[in-house]
């Protein structure tokens, strides 16, 4: 307990310096910093190796702290009822009194904001008077990290500070919906789209391939492991580790499973970390047989086909 407390001392006073942080939340580890101080921005995205173009999303503890930087409508409130703090970020109108750094949006009218549920870092949240601004703390195009030790490895000594909060629960990033006008989903992710159109009692428009800008994280060669990835593959070929969903009797050692009973949450927990420890092994290619496309299926499988375009 007390040394939760003096990591959270920690962790705010390398914030308040404007420094950058990695911290835990229910998806993937984010590389945060003040989302008000265009020094504490301009150092994450030099860190990730980012474009200065690709926005970075907010984190905020709730609604109350959000009315100063964006403009809220009703569909908004309604998802932000059902599913926050969780794992949904909203594309929502920025308001012209903002605070927000301008290099967070990049110069844009608009903000992706997100609630997150992780303890530990609502702790943190809760003691700063700035909200944070973090994209997945791995370096552009590669795997988001799931744990302490993934950050290291992607970062080494450069970020200075890890608030550990152990494994992510969800494993896998925020599903994004721009909700400033028809409601459109940006990115598949934790939250399963289903869930999201029960509430709004409608079908949301699916635009992860547009070929628009605004959200660059739907561009081919996310999400990488570094290695080639070959989809729908029914069995592994040459040297290839093979990835399945569900636990099966013959055991090879170059079989990794998703989940032991075809659990697709608990596959998303584990993908990856799993196509890190592969890669670790020295495996040169990975080949992953079929995954159905329910449920959090679909942002595996969305993931899955973009870093097989590596
Ligand atoms: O689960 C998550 O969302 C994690 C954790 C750390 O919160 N964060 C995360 O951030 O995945 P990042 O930066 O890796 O992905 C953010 C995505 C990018 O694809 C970016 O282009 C998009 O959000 N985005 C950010 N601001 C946007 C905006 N104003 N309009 C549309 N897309 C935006
Ligand atoms: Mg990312």
Redesign the pocket.
């Known amino acids: 307990m007390k040394s939760i407390q003096s990591n959270i001392k920690k962790a705010k006073l390398y914030l308040d310096k404007n420094d950058c942080i990695a ?1 835990p ?1 229910e ?6 910093g003040n989302a008000y101080s265009s020094l504490s921005v301009k150092k994450i995205f030099r860190l990730k190796k ?1 474009p200065m173009d ?4 907010v ?1 905020y503890l709730d609604i109350k702290r959000l009315h100063q930087d964006c403009h809220l409508n009703d569909n908004f409130i309604k998802l932000y009822n059902k599913f926050c703090p969780g ?1 949904i ?1 909203f ?1 929502l109108k920025l308001k012209k009194s903002s605070k927000i750094s301008r290099f ?2 990049n110069n ?1 009218k ?3 904001v ?1 609630f ?1 549920k992780h303890s530990l870092l609502r702790k943190l949240l809760k003691k700063l008077d700035y909200p944070l601004a ?5 370096i552009s195009t590669r795997l ?1 990290p799931v744990k302490k030790s993934d950050v290291v490895e992607e970062f080494g000594s450069k970020v200075k500070f890890i608030l550990n909060g152990g494994r992510c629960r ?1 494993g ?3 599903t ?1 919906i ?1 909700i400033i006008k028809k409601p459109e989903i ?2 598949f ?2 939250l399963d789209i289903l869930k999201i159109e029960k509430v709004l009692n409608k079908k949301a428009l699916i635009k992860i391939n547009s070929k628009n800008k ?5 561009f081919p060669l ?1 999400y990488s492991p570094g290695i080639p990835i070959r989809i729908n593959a029914k069995k592994p070929i040459e040297n290839e580790a093979f990835v399945l969903i569900k636990k099966k009797r013959n055991n090879s050692k170059n079989y990794y499973y998703l989940s032991k009973t075809r659990d697709f949450d608990q596959a998303a927990k584990n993908l990856y970390s799993t196509l890190r420890k592969i890669k670790k092994k020295g495996y040169k290619k990975i080949a992953v047989e079929k995954i159905p496309n329910t449920g959090l299926g679909k942002t595996i499988n969305d993931r899955l086909n973009r870093a097989a375009k590596y």
């Not at 690709?54 to 999303?57: A, K, Q, S």
Request: aromatic content about 2%.
């Open positions: 911290v939340t998806t993937v580890y984010g590389l945060a980012r690709n926005p970075l999303i984190h794992p970020t594309i967070v949006t844009q608009s903000l992706a997100r997150p973090a994209p997945s703390a791995n988001s969800i896998l990033e925020s994004i721009n940006l990115r992710g934790g605004i959200s660059p994280g739907q996310h």
